[in-house]
């Protein structure tokens, strides 16, 4: 998962300036790089994490509204709106914690 790399290397918060979910929640695992990590944690790729806490998980996952914000602002050029489906259809077939 190159992308959740690339996110956590660019070190901007653009996305979440423009994210209409964050900027109405303030729920910083709601904005678009939290969203990123919590799905990396989920696969295994964020060295030495506990896993995601299952709530977060699942709200992150289907509160996402794919309305693209954070995609037109993202340095790293990571596609939000195709990784977060991709997220979904796991979280269906694939049991967790």
């Given amino acids: ?3 959740a790399l690339r996110c956590r290397e ?5 996305c979440e300036a423009v994210c209409p979910m964050y900027r109405v929640t303030r729920r910083e ?16 790729d964020d060295d030495g994490a506990k896993g995601p806490d299952a709530a977060e998980l699942l709200e992150a996952a289907f509160t996402y509204l794919h309305c693209g914000a954070c995609t037109s ?23 967790f914690r």
């Fill in 73 to 95: 602002q993202c340095s790293a050029r990571i596609p939000i709106p195709d990784v977060v489906p991709s997220l979904r259809a796991l979280l269906l077939r694939r049991p």
């Fill in 1 to 3: 998962m190159l992308w």
């Fill in 29 to 44: 695992f709601l904005g678009p790089r939290s969203r990123l990590s919590l799905i990396a944690e989920f696969l295994g």
């Fill in 10 to 14: 660019c070190g901007g918060r653009t």
